[in-house]
């Protein structure tokens, strides 16, 4: 963890990557310093991310699938000490900053290049460079691209401007990508527990959670998960975690009314 603001030289920035300085004044290495500033403000408000954050403990394991750059990961850390955090994050130019951010912030933390599904292999995984929050195993570029209009819309942008912000949004680049499963990523890392087990993948939360294995499902104390409700994969999904002893809410925030984007908390009683 940093000190004070100014204390140590701000982290260097690899190609294709800035330097974008935090609200909370510590600097960090990004793809895009607007999109920094967005994932920041979902990371700090009030909702799935700082609710679990609240309910960490010193000496919790955090296995943060989905990582990106690092945004969660830092708060999380930022807000308990001494936390066990795996982050695992497949693209390479996100992934370069995820360890460089790790590095500087959170030096006990371990980044792990990698997405996550239900087998360990290989498959194929969809960068947009202008929208890297979005990219995933499932990308779909009609859909984000609507989404993301009616979240602009929910926000209060003018529609005159809709058109012009969303164009090559979610232009993307398909990548060749190592899969993991959640249970290789315990075994491999020695995780007796995991106290918290934060899911965004962009339409692949049914993969990693296929991923667990029945014997390392006790293992895991809490979940929160961005879904994407479609063909029925929240229920889905939520008849899967009570069945395995889970506790869920669904939430959705004001801005993604309208989306099928849903807010997914799984406690144990």
Known sequence: MTGPRGTQPPA???EGTSVYELPNGRRITCVSPAEAKVLWAEAVDAGLYKSAADALRPGDTVLDIGANIGIVSLMF???TPDLRIVSVEPAPTTFA???ANLRRHLPGAVAVRSAVADRAGRRTFTYYPRSTGNSGLFADQRADDENTRVFLRNTGIPEEYIGEFVKDLHRGIDMDVQTLTVSDLIRAHELREVSLLKIDVERAEHLVLAGVEDEHWPLIGRIVAEVHDEAGRLRTL???LERHGFT???SQQPNL????LYELAATRP
């Open 12 to 14: 260097a920035a690899t």
């Open 77 to 79: 850390g930022w807000t």
């Open 97 to 99: 900053c995820l360890e």
């Open 238 to 240: 939520t008849g899967l």
């Open 248 to 250: 869920v809410a669904v």
């Open 257 to 260: 009314a309208g989306t099928d």
